[in-house]
């Protein structure tokens, strides 16, 4: 089944796009001028907390992990009700504007199954990593985007910054920073974008996962792609850099293979461990979560597989 039509904006036709007054803002952002001063006053904004990389369901830590435990955990900070408000605000106004073709996430109504199916008649693949993401998306690009991009007046550019950055980059946490991690460099993506075109080749960016492919990707493509992220202030993963030719891929937790869709051998596996479990077990309790993964599972395998 192809993905529905998306419906979108341009970005001029934002209700951000040249907001010249405080309150102007407040009205876009559906607040009063007083509640924009009070968010901005606030002397406590974000809640630390460090979630283990590994585990989705590992408690999150309330103090920082310890140093030989540190690179296990990924720090999340967690906006306070008023300032998450008025960021979950922005981020729904900024998700209204057309993003390009090759972006998957964060876009409403896209998901890691259509960033999957973009590779779908490829037969070459080259997958990319951007390490720390959003902690190197720097709040003097996110300026840049709304004063340069937005053309919002200076005075409202600078309130923008101090609601949606937190120590000069975007915060792990915030609803907004997902989507302002692209256009505060979207014009890295833009030459990502046209040095992947130029070569014939397929792009697709899932927030810091980059996929290329086509019938073949050329080193030399790689290597421009890498200069120019380096060059933005990024780096690629080394150890999650990949290059595949007439093999399976794993794009974003779906099997691209023989230009169908899979569901990954682990995530089967899992599934029926998690059957042999329900067979085994009598707690009612515990049959009500096992049925709930499964079920949520099995709905995980019919969206990828009824692309075919």
């Known amino acids: 089944m192809p993905p529905k039509p998306r419906q979108f904006h341009k970005l001029n036709d934002s209700a951000l796009y040249q907001v010249s007054t405080r309150k102007k803002l407040a009205e876009v952002l559906m607040c009063s001028p007083q509640d924009l001063k009070d968010v901005l006053a606030l002397s406590v904004r974000y809640k630390n907390r460090w979630k283990r990389k590994d585990s989705d369901t590992a408690p999150w830590l309330t103090h920082p992990p310890a140093p030989d435990e540190a690179p296990n955990y990924r720090p999340i900070d967690i906006p306070v009700p008023p300032l998450k408000k008025l960021q979950g605000r922005i981020a729904y106004l900024l998700s209204r504007v057309e993003p390009p073709e090759f972006l998957c996430s964060p876009v409403k109504g896209v998901s890691y199954v259509d960033n999957a ?20 998306c720097r709040a003097d690009r996110v300026a840049w985007f709304f004063r340069t991009k937005m053309k919002c007046a200076p005075d409202v550019t600078t309130i923008l910054v101090a609601l949606t950055t937190d120590m000069d980059r975007l915060p792990q946490g915030s609803p907004c920073s997902p989507i302002l991690a692209y256009y505060s460099n979207m014009r890295m993506w833009n030459d990502v974008s046209t040095l992947v075109t130029n070569a014939g080749c397929v792009l697709s960016v899932y927030a810091d996962d980059i996929t290329i492919s086509g019938s073949k990707v050329p080193g030399g493509l790689v290597w421009q792609v890498k200069q120019t992220i380096h060059k933005n202030g ?16 794993d794009i974003t937790g779906v099997i691209v293979r023989n230009g169908q869709l899979k569901l990954p051998n682990r995530q089967r596996k899992k599934l029926v461990e998690l059957v042999s479990q329900q067979k085994v077990t009598s707690d009612k309790k515990i049959l009500a979560k096992l049925d709930s993964q499964i079920q949520g599972r099995l709905a995980q395998r019919r969206q990828i597989e009824s692309v075919n």
């Open 117 to 136: 199916r973009r590779h779908i008649d490829s037969r070459a693949f080259w997958l990319l990593d951007i390490a720390d993401y959003f902690p190197n």
């Open 234 to 249: 990024f780096k690629v993963k080394r150890d999650k850099e990949l290059s595949l030719i007439a093999s399976p891929a």
